[in-house]
């Protein structure tokens, strides 16, 4: 008993994010997460995938504490950062505690400049303006495209460059876990993989734990070293990013490859329609 | 030509004193995107605060000026604290009724006080002599009641272009949900907005009872006059408040000069401002500084 107890406190140790059965509930009534738990291992990339409406984006709002804009709550379960409690906190707080959402949608200010968008991410930090300058400047090394666009309004930019905009602004609180939802959203495969790689690099170098929420599934496992797939508000399969890229359903219902990994012909194509029924 | 220009230098004062009783309209529109019906009576306060402070309790004018801008920051920080907080997320237009009974409660708690049916003025502290140059005067107070409005319409510009918060003050009325999302305390900016718009009044209402007499009725009129102002330079603009005051202080002025008496014409100054107000519209719907909606396809 006492060396179960001590590997649990170990483990809560080297996850930096824990989520333990959360229910998330809007407006009193409509359930969107139904016992939701996953874990985040500090300095990793985690993937959080899924169709639409499977409940990613309510998880990660659970976690950034942006569930009340919404009307929504976390009725059941709690989440930990860091050890501490913040299930139900303001998002203010989470972010003094070290985790930033990126929005989906990449939400920037649309009318201030690139430079007044990364600046203001730094707003909850205390640590003195020698820091934060030091900081912006490693921005636009992360990021060299922003760096012609300084004084452009954001608004004005493109697709690509407002999901770097919005990367940036979060990185701007120096986080320590990073949470993306959907950076793909809306972008050319090149950008996608553009900003992919970005995000891996962020991660090598500063060591800043990522947990991003994707539908593509392929370019989210690339980069992941565990993910979880969701459906209708639940976990429904974890496990390490390599082998979930094996895993014969995943690939067939996430990444488009069939068993036989050759194309469909059109006769079998009603084998397309057959669901999955995880549960 | 003496006349002229006579008339353009108090249509700048008078436009500058507009730019100065807007920026609180401005402050508050930019950040919650709501229209403070009671903002009026936020300078009258300030007027009279300042008044009292000054002859009532003796403190020389350029320190209870400073302390009655504080008491307005705080006053209106409360107001923003008791009564609008609890409606963030609420219909923009069940705020605006709020601040419409804010402002009856205030005219109702001034009424209480001597300065709701007495006129009152301000002592002279600086030289009653007018400065004049090739025959264009300008009175001491004047000047010096534009010089404040310059020094604290650059000061707000300064705060909002280049302080982190001042910048986050704008990200909220852009996108209330990505400033959560970094951290920004959207309660806390409309606090502030609230607070710096009061600070702002205060000014306000001391430069004009300074210039015009403490008369409760001219100065709470002041709110809905700088409507317009507000409206033409484009609601949420800084720049636009200061450009639209000047415009409409010499459109005034130059009616009132010129117009006024000859072809059988009377009041145009008060007239005039409105009719141009609506040809700008028309031409630029968003005002001359506002922002227009950035649509990306």
Known sequence: ???????KNKSEQENILEVNNIEVVYNDIVQVLRGVSLSVKKGSIVALLGTNGAGKTTALRAISGLLKPENGIIKEGYVRFRGQDITNKLGTEVVRNGAVMVPEGRRVFKHLTVSENIRVGSITRRDGHARINKDYELMYRHFPRLSNIINRMAGYSSGGEQQMIAIARALMAAPEMLMLDEPSLGLAPLLVKEIFDNILEINKVTGTTILVVEQNARIALEIADYAYIMESGRIVLEGAADELKDNPDVKEFYLGVTQGGGRKSFKNIKSYKRRKRWM | MSYFFQIVVSGVVVGSIYALAALGLVLVYKSSRVANFAHGQIIASGAFITYALTVWASIP???SFFISMLITFLLAWSVERIFLRRLIGEPIISVIMVTIGLASILDGLIYLTPFGTKNFSFPLFLPAEPISIYGVSISWTQLVGVIITVVLIGGFSWFFKKSTVGISMRAVSDDQFA???????VPSVFGLAWATAGLSAA?????????????FDTLHAFGVVVFPVVILGGLDSILGAVVAGIIMGLIQQFAGGYLDGNFGLNGTGEVLPYIILLIILLIKPHGLFGIHEIERV
């Open chain 1, 1 to 7: 008993m006492a060396k179960a107890a001590l590997q």
């Open chain 2, 61 to 63: 004018i350029y320190i």
């Open chain 2, 179 to 185: 400033s959560m999302s970094v951290g920004i305390s």
């Open chain 2, 203 to 215: 000014a306000a209402g001391g430069i004009i009872g300074n210039i015009t007499g403490l008369n």
